[in-house]
């Protein structure tokens, strides 16, 4: 299986969303093709999922938080790159989508998934993920 790269959240002043991966996905989708093996496209996955929460609202699934969000934390983080706990659990369900939609053996092991469409992405406002016990306060999601 070739999975595609996510893209990138990076919005032209229009509001339309770039291509910044160059060929990568593109070189991707042409190997499994020409192996003949299941692609789970990611990169258009996470395309539509950034074009669907628009260009603030696709925000809220990376690492951008206001100054003092955590602890030792001074300066207002704006990271287009690495995603919070939202964007990574939709990612993840994305990737699941794509294990079912290729009916891979291992989605046999898949329990309480139902389906995941990425223009209907999970709603940011009713996302909550308590913080561990584990999890440092100094540092915060994805950094």
Not at 104 to 116: A, N, Q, S, T
């Amino acid at each position: 299986m070739i999975v595609t790269s996510t893209a990138r959240r990076s919005f032209d002043a229009h509001g339309r969303l770039r291509y910044t991966r160059d060929d990568y996905p593109k070189a991707a989708r042409e190997v499994g093709e020409e192996l003949q093996i299941p692609i789970i496209d990611l990169n258009k996955m996470t395309r539509t999922f950034y074009v669907t929460l628009g260009v603030k609202g696709s925000k809220r699934a990376f690492v951008h938080y206001a100054t003092n969000t955590f602890a030792d934390q001074p300066e207002a983080l704006h990271e287009n790159t690495h995603f919070n706990t939202y964007g990574a659990h939709q990612i993840a369900k994305m990737v699941l989508q794509g294990i079912q939609d290729n009916r891979l053996p291992i989605g046999e092991h898949i329990v309480d998934f139902k389906r995941y469409d990425p223009s209907q992405p999970d709603r940011v406002d009713q996302w909550e993920w308590p913080r561990s016990i584990k999890n440092s306060d100094i540092k915060p999601d994805g950094n």
